[in-house]
């Protein structure tokens, strides 16, 4: 038991600090706002969404000149920008994914 709790708490502790780059560098606001930045400044369209952790919505953001921000958004409504890079390219479709 005391094994379980350990590695809860572990988990629990990298999961708080995976979340807190975003936030300790102000990159947490309203989702619209970074939308409409993304679009503007970087002429950045969502690519891609997802759910996490069962709660949180998860999305890829890219423009044609390559830049992606990845964006994940609780269910309270804060957004926080997680990631963005360069040199973003777009994979054709491929039925078997497990080919790479």
Not at 21 to 50: H, N, V, W
Request: proline content about 4%.
């Amino acid at each position: 038991m005391i094994k379980f709790s350990f590695v809860c708490a572990c988990v629990s502790f990298l999961a708080l600090g995976a979340a807190s780059p975003a936030q300790a560098l102000g990159m947490c606001g309203s989702r619209a706002d970074f939308i409409k930045a993304l679009s503007d400044k970087y002429q950045e369209t969502g690519k891609a969404l997802g759910i996490a952790g069962q709660v949180n919505l998860v999305e890829i953001f890219a423009s044609k000149a390559g830049t992606w921000t990845i964006l994940v958004t609780t269910p309270q409504g804060k957004s926080c920008i997680i990631a963005a890079g360069s040199s973003w390219e777009d994979l054709p479709p491929s039925k078997n994914l497990t080919s790479l």
